[in-house]
């Protein structure tokens, strides 16, 4: 990756290096976007039909950055999240991962046959952890994408569109069966879209741009803490230092730096999707608050906590924070350095409820 590049770039050209470096080039070529179609029809309609099980695909969504809207050019692997129905618990998902990805498997290699002149596929299932995630390569003859496959338990249906709280009883039962904490995080893929796809179009750049800046980190540094991470502290930042549409990508930049350089005081978290009012709820989630700091909690998901306390290497990434307060990408034209937003380490109830989408106009 080119870290003088960006090292170097003129604060006030920020805006310029995002959109020569980092915005997609284009979005996915037109047949793979007919693909998908044929893929996600394919799986809704023959999936579990002929296996004697009340299983059924409900819905496919694109997860990860590119169902964010947060892609960055040539980092454009998608996942594809099949959501189940008829599962009785989220440990089902778990436990009968293996047949639900042989019979996804089984049905996208039927309809590579079927629609042969569309697409071809390679797969690979890779094994991380207690997890299996199927894979593969759709090519044509111009273009190869790389697809990840997931499947979940559909445990929110479908969501209305005034995006209201889910049902107390669906984060109950996730806390109860949680064992590690964020296993099953991907259930709540559409949330998670929601809660990034939405922000203006400067405040996704900015987390292109702290993404990026992360990847340098972790090119040479191990153990750092997860990559969606960075991306909650770019939101934070954004929403008690500015709220405006078009705000100074550098101010910005520099503040999630500066957040990551006072890691063991940020206690951040959102109560936009789970019922505090609730108080199996409130109890797990004054738990998680209690944990050492940092503590970032996803905000679909209370048991996934992004933030680790120091399971992850947040020493590190705090003193490549730390080298960077004095790039050049921090200086001013006259000479002075950009400043952080002032904000606050700690995330307050009232702020955790206040969901400021600011769309573009």
């Not at 296996?51 to 594809?80: E, M, P, Q």
């Not at 209201?164 to 949680?178: F, G, N, Q």
């Not at 000479?335 to 955790?352: H, R």
């Amino acid at each position: 990756m080119d870290t003088k590049s960006l090292w170097n770039t003129q604060a006030r050209n920020l805006d310029k290096y995002i959109k020569e470096h980092l915005l997609p080039d284009a979005p996915l070529p037109t047949e793979f976007q007919s693909a998908f179609d044929t893929i996600i029809s394919h799986l809704k309609n023959r999936c579990f039909q002929d296996t004697g099980k009340s299983v059924r695909v409900t819905k496919v969504v694109k997860g990860g950055s590119c169902g964010k809207g947060t892609a960055l050019r040539n980092c454009s692997d998608i996942k594809l999240v099949v959501f189940l129905s008829n599962l009785k618990n989220y440990r089902d998902q778990i436990d009968h991962k293996e047949e639900f990805i042989e019979e996804i498997k089984n049905q996208l290699e039927q309809c590579e046959h079927e629609q042969e002149w569309m697409f071809k596929v390679k797969f690979e299932v890779t094994r991380q952890a207690n997890l299996q995630v199927l894979h593969f390569m759709m090519m044509s003859k111009m273009h190869a994408q790389l697809v990840y496959v997931l499947p979940v338990f559909d445990v929110l249906g479908q969501l209305t569109r005034d995006l209201r709280k889910p049902d107390p009883h669906v984060y109950i039962d996730l806390i109860r069966e949680s064992q590690a904490g964020g296993e099953f995080f991907t259930c709540f893929t559409e949330l998670q879209n929601t809660f990034f796809s939405q922000r203006c179009t400067k405040l996704k750049n900015l987390i292109r741009l702290v993404k990026h800046w992360y990847r340098m980190c972790k090119a040479k540094i191990i153990s750092l803490p997860p990559q969606h991470a960075l991306e909650l502290l770019t939101v934070y930042a954004w929403e008690h230092g500015s709220q405006e549409v078009n705000f100074s990508i550098a101010r910005g930049f520099r503040t999630v730096l500066n957040l990551v350089q006072n890691y063991q005081e940020l206690m951040i978290y959102w109560t936009i999707n789970y019922d505090i009012n609730n108080e199996i709820i409130a109890a797990y989630l004054c738990h998680q608050l209690q944990k050492h700091r940092p503590v970032i909690l996803d905000p679909a998901d209370p048991t996934y906590d992004v933030g680790g306390g120091s399971h992850w290497r947040w020493d590190k990434l705090a003193q490549e924070a730390q080298k960077w307060s004095s790039a050049p990408c921090f200086q001013n034209e006259d000479g002075s350095w950009v400043q952080p937003w002032t904000i606050p380490m700690e995330q307050t109830l009232e702020a955790s409820n206040n969901w400021n989408l600011l769309n573009e106009p």
